[in-house]
């Protein structure tokens, strides 16, 4: 629909090139917010509407496989339920796109017709594939009564396979437009006329696929913090234990999927920020080192609150597990290693204090906790947080189990070995950082994830082995959860859906003055790019407009709902509430 | 029920209240927009050194790389033995004359490479206008040696290059034959800056507010009270400013010379 | 321990403990390794307690049981008849403790705000000096392997004091005459944390450049650290970094084991 739109005024504007590059120097003016601040939360909304609407139908597809091969039904039901949430998103998503889209064209008429004449292709397609992803979307939600057995219960997971495919076309196509304006191809030039710019070279330029893989995996993320906040909403509002457990379950496999996600979602960036480093040094050192790097700090704050709660929602959760009470004494250990690792992961090199203390300390750098403050302390920190928050799953996934394989003790021994020498290579990485140069330094970050990702490894498969068959010290008690534990649901939605506006500002602010980084500047009053301060600010009123859309949203659906639980949907087989949606 | 949502709104409001604070607390910076310059042809060399000088310490982002001195060769201090770059520009490339060179090399940056520096810098004509670039030109020349860059340079450029606008009004005779940049202001203030005077005085929008401002000390001062006060700093302490007293090195009078002296006090003398 | 039977009592006195240790056993830390103490800025130890203090309301939370135990003295104090006058106390003593800290952050002061500054500069890999080309990387005092270590020592003796006394002090602590006046603070070479963390090379730099010479990732902060590089030659620059060494017992950071990564002040 919003390429519709788009591509419409975009043949409009190119019946006439001359006025089209009249229309390069034009702005138009929104009233109060400004142009600049308009874009932005349209695009903003759209994007955190696109991002929920392509995260949720790829975990919806594992949920239903899961629900195809082992019989239970509640993972069709849960797959039932994400697309029906998929269906009322899907039109908030295009009308955000359709505003993206008068937004550009009426506001920045110049930008809109330069991308246009160089990506008028990939919009036309764009509007196609739209329409087949439209109707695929129908039928897998309206065909899933009909196609229920056999081979046309295949059949139907076949369309939400083809409804991944069509929306991550439609995403890459997007991410094309956005990343040419941020890695313009080098034989693109101020002076280059749009229309003799070679389509696939601006198409797949230097940070188009980073940005697709990160997008990609940020969508699950998003999709299942989302999905988590939905079902805490519903937990909290619910009237019989029925629903209560159907959604406290449904919160536990959105927060896993979220926080799994969330782990690989590192190395994602790192990609992106060493193709942006190559493609120009000094955006790169815009973005870390310029003007942008206190947005880090602020970014190390959110990713220490994603650790505490994710955390704290397992360790809530115990409490309604039989046999978990064996584990709960050691949570206070975990706790204080995660609470450790968030002080030395927040601690600034450089302090702020005042004149007196500056003189008591001789200088800004604190003897101690200077030490703290760089690199060397900071990868140590968030990998023994990472390390904390594995074995709090483990330990949630083991609760009430009771190995029944001989090896079990040695088995047992053997994951506390892993992640002993784990923990041991990242803290004498760590240390032994304080005493090498800059360069080799940075090499050793590569081998603390390393110790940390074999490990994570290492211990699932002993753990899937070693449960094999296992004995159950009596069933999760879905539904027992104290509100506290979804109120933590919320601060995690809340906290990825920030997050993500704050990263959105970081890739979309080091191309400063430019639209087309280089090629193409911005001359309107609002080229500068603005401090963090103002741009936290809009992303809060855009978090604000979201999660407030997101619940009319989800409420008008509630409506015309029809029951969707109509059976106990708790404890059908002791494992299976442990092998998630998108998990093993 | 109510109760309920009331507290889930309370809960997203506090988080999204904390996060803003937070990016609030820490310290704002706002990424500068290259400032669009438009000179006619009777500019002076002394507005386009200023001009250039802005760029080159503000929204240029020349230091960035130039003065840092991994990243590129320092041009406003020795670079090489060859002096700073208004001294050495005329001997770098053969057949190029110091303004040809500077253009060129901000024009076309990886033709221009000064060993063992790396291809980073980009062509700035991308960056600035032409009125910008030239004006970049005339502050390189004005460190060490003569500024040659007339209106003329300005038009010339502005009539070849590709979507520039309209020339503007008069024609080639452009003048501006002041040779002698360094006017008794610029030197004073070059003196000052070396002796790290705006590090307690400020003047304008240079220097912190420790000791008096320069602003308006003209009117303030006489010449003979600004000379003893800088060479017997401690004499006569002004009214408010006891505290700082006793911070100022009593050591000028040995590490300026009479002509450095006289520069600075005539200087401020003239500021009314 | 009859006192710390209750989660609430618990939590109180982790709270307290933490904060004994941010604010009085952190500036402990550094003597141990012969460095002098510091105390920890203000906005540091809010930090750190408000993350302990996270964490203790995750902990007394993440248990039904403790959980309800928590709240139980909050509640009675709030509702109990008999607890009147331990409420009176708080409903009192809560205003005032917040009116208190809120005068005491609002009430005028003769000291300057704190600062921010940003992130520590990176040294860059070679420098001008006075015309010449040098290569930091790697880059030893080349006084240490030439004539008499002593004569050096003594010719940097003189240059400390004659140029660097009024700033960085008789004692070398960072405490001279004029000290007090600037901000940043002139560097403490005592400290562990300044030369000591340092190679030779980086400390040649920063004599050299001085503050004029900090790159702008440094900024801002407006360090009054002249360029010695106008005053100075090579070998007084390099024997006065000898001295520095020498009389503070301090060792340079060698290039086989040491990163010249972290900035001054």
Redesign the interface.
């Known amino acids: 629909m919003r390429s519709l739109i788009g591509a419409l005024a975009a043949l409009v504007l190119l019946a006439e090139p001359a006025l089209a590059q009249e229309a390069a120097r034009r702005y138009g003016d929104f009233p109060v917010i400004g142009s600049r601040a308009a874009v932005w939360v349209a695009a903003q909304l759209h994007l955190f509407f696109a991002a929920f609407v392509l995260g949720v139908p790829m975990f919806a597809v594992v949920a239903e496989v899961i629900g195809i091969k082992s019989g239970e039904e509640r993972f069709d039901k849960l797959a039932k339920e994400f697309t029906r949430l998929l269906l009322v998103s899907y039109s908030a998503t295009a009308v955000w796109g359709a505003v993206l889209v008068f937004a550009l064209v009426t506001l920045y008429p110049g930008v809109w017709t330069y991308l246009a004449e160089i990506f008028d292709v990939s919009m036309w397609v764009y509007v196609g594939i739209f329409f087949f992803e439209s109707a695929t979307l129908y039928l897998y939600y309206y065909g899933w009564d009909l196609w229920k057995e056999g081979r046309a219960k295949w059949f139907h997971w076949g369309l939400g396979i083809l409804l991944n495919l069509w929306g991550t076309t439609v995403m890459f196509i997007a991410n094309s437009w956005l990343t040419y304006m941020m890695s313009p191809p080098a034989e693109v030039t101020p002076d280059t006329a749009p229309g003799m710019v070679q389509f696939w070279s601006a198409f797949a330029n230097a940070t188009w696929m980073p940005i697709n893989i990160h997008r990609l995996i940020a969508n699950v993320v998003f999709g299942g913090a989302i999905v988590g906040a939905y079902a805490a909403y519903r937990f909290l509002m619910a009237e019989t234990d029925e629903e209560r457990a159907h959604y406290d379950w449904m919160g536990y496999i959105g927060n896993f999927v979220a926080i799994s996600a969330l782990i690989v979602l590192p190395f994602a960036g790192y990609w992106l920020g060493r193709e942006i480093y190559e493609f120009n040094q000094q955006m790169g050192i815009t973005m870390m080192?310029?003007f942008m790097?206190?947005l880090w700090i602020v970014q190390a704050f959110l990713i220490?609150v994603l650790f505490?709660t994710g955390?704290?929602y397992l360790?809530?959760g115990m409490?309604r597990i039989p046999g978990a009470e064996r584990f709960?004494p050691y949570?206070?250990y975990m706790?204080?290693v995660?609470?450790l690792g968030?002080?030395v992961w927040?601690?600034?090199?450089?302090?702020?204090?005042?004149?007196?203390?500056?003189?008591?300390?001789?200088?800004?750098?604190?003897?101690?906790?200077?030490?703290l403050g760089?690199m060397s302390a900071k990868n140590t920190a968030v990998n023994l947080m990472i390390l904390t928050t594995f074995l709090s799953f483990l330990l949630y996934r083991r609760a009430n189990k009771e190995p029944v394989v001989g090896w079990a003790g040695r088995g047992t021994m053997v994951q506390g070995a892993l992640f002993g020498i784990a923990a041991l290579v990242v803290l004498f990485y760590g240390v032994y950082g304080y005493?090498?140069?800059?360069?080799?330094?940075i090499g050793f970050s590569v081998y603390q994830v390393l110790a940390v990702l074999s490990t994570i490894v290492a211990v699932v498969v002993l753990d899937v082995l070693m449960l094999r068959g296992a004995t159950s010290r009596g069933e999760i008690r879905w539904g027992q959860m104290?509100p506290?534990s979804q109120y933590a649901l919320f601060i995690l939605a809340v906290t990825f859906t920030w997050l993500m506006g704050l990263m959105g500002f970081a890739r979309s602010g080091i191309r400063q003055h430019w639209h087309v980084f280089e090629v193409m500047r911005d001359t309107s009053v609002d080229a500068a790019t603005p401090a963090l301060g103002y741009a936290s600010v809009v992303i809060s009123v855009c978090v604000l407009i979201f999660l407030g859309m997101v619940a009319f949203i989800f409420w008008v659906g509630g409506l015309a709902e029809k029951p969707i639980i109509t059976k106990a949907a708790r404890g059908e087989g002791p494992h299976a509430a442990l092998q998630p949606a998108g998990g093993d | 029920m109510l109760l309920q949502n009331l507290k889930i709104v309370l809960v997203v409001l506090g988080t999204l209240g904390l996060y803003t604070w937070v990016a609030n607390a820490?310290?704002q910076v706002e990424s500068e927009v290259p400032a669009q310059l438009s000179f006619g042809a009777d500019v002076t060399p002394e507005e386009l050194v200023s001009a250039g000088g802005q760029l080159f310490a503000g929204a240029g982002a020349c230091?960035?790389c130039h003065?840092?001195?991994?990243?590129a060769?320092?041009l406003l201090?020795?670079?090489?033995?060859?002096?700073p770059i208004g001294q050495r520009c005329a001997d770098r490339v053969e057949g190029m004359d110091c303004k040809e060179y500077l253009y060129a090399s901000l024009a076309d940056p990886y033709s221009y490479l000064v060993e063992p520096f790396g291809p980073i810098m980009p062509d700035q004509r991308i960056n600035l206008s032409e009125d910008q670039l030239w004006s970049l030109v005339a502050y390189l020349q004005d460190q060490g040696g003569e500024v040659t860059v007339t209106g003329a340079d300005l038009q010339s450029t502005q009539a070849s290059s590709a979507g520039g606008a309209a020339s503007q009004g008069g024609g080639g005779a452009a003048t501006a034959a002041a040779s002698g940049p360094s006017s008794d202001a610029t030197e004073a203030t070059a003196v000052m800056q070396?002796n790290?005077c705006f590090?307690?005085h400020k003047l304008g929008d240079q220097g912190?507010v420790?000791g008096p401002p320069f602003d308006g000390i003209g009117s303030r001062r006489d010449a003979a009270y600004l000379r003893n006060s800088i060479l017997n700093p401690n004499a006569e302490v002004p009214e408010g400013y006891q505290?700082?007293a006793?911070?100022m090195?009593p050591n000028f009078g040995q590490m300026l010379t009479a002509g450095q002296l006289e520069t600075i006090v005539q200087f401020l003398a003239s500021q009314r | 321990m009859r006192f710390l039977d209750t989660p609430f009592r618990q939590a109180l006195a982790v709270l307290v403990v933490a904060y004994v240790l941010i604010d009085f056993g952190?500036p402990y830390?550094?003597p141990l390794f012969g460095?002098?103490?510091?105390?920890?800025?203000?906005?540091?130890v809010l930090?750190?307690l408000l993350?302990?203090l996270?964490?203790l309301l995750?902990?007394v939370?993440?248990?039904?049981e403790r959980?309800t135990e928590f709240k139980r003295p909050i509640q009675e104090v709030l509702v109990r008849p008999d607890k009147r006058v331990g409420r009176a106390v708080l409903l009192v003593a809560v205003p005032v403790l917040v009116a208190f800290v809120t005068w005491g952050r609002v009430k005028p002061e003769?000291?300057?705000?704190?600062?921010?500054?940003?992130?520590?500069p990176a040294?860059?890999?070679?420098?001008?000096f006075?015309?010449?080309?040098m290569q930091l990387a790697g880059l030893e005092n080349p006084l240490r392997s030439e004539g008499s270590l002593e004569a050096h020592n003594e010719v940097g003796k003189r240059v400390y004091y004659q140029n660097c006394l009024?700033c960085h002090g008789d004692a070398l602590?960072?405490?001279g005459?004029?000290?007090?006046?600037f901000?940043?603070?002139p560097?403490?070479f005592?400290?562990?944390?300044?030369i000591a963390q340092l190679t030779e090379s980086f400390v040649f730099w920063r004599v050299a450049k001085g503050?004029p010479?900090l790159?702008?990732?440094g900024t801002?902060w407006?360090s009054?650290m002249?360029a010695w590089e106008?005053l100075l030659t090579a070998d007084e620059i390099w024997s006065v970094i000898l001295f520095l060494y020498e009389q503070t017992g301090n060792d340079p950071r060698t290039?086989e084991?040491?990163?010249?990564?972290?900035g001054?002040?």
């Open positions: 080192g310029g790097s206190w220490g505490l955390n704290y360790w809530v409490g709960q949570t206070k706790l204080v995660l609470v968030v002080i927040a601690t600034p090199h450089s302090m702020i204090a005042s004149r007196d203390e500056i003189s008591a300390m001789g200088g800004q750098f604190h003897p101690f906790l200077g030490v760089v005493f090498v140069p800059a360069i080799v330094r104290p506290r | 820490i310290p230091v960035t003065g840092l001195e991994d990243r060769p320092a201090s020795d670079y090489g033995g060859a002096g070396a790290l590090g307690c912190v420790l505290e700082v006793g911070l090195p | 952190i830390i550094p460095v002098d103490s510091a105390p920890v800025p203000n906005t540091v930090q750190y993350t302990v996270a964490g995750l902990w939370s993440d248990n039904d959980w003769v000291t300057a705000p704190p600062s921010f500054r940003s992130i520590h040294p860059p890999r070679s420098i001008t006075q015309g010449e080309t009024p602590d960072g405490l005459h004029y000290a007090h006046g901000n940043p603070a560097l403490n005592q400290d562990v944390g300044t503050g010479g790159p702008r990732e801002p407006n009054a002249p106008n290039w084991e040491a990163g010249a990564e972290e001054e002040h």
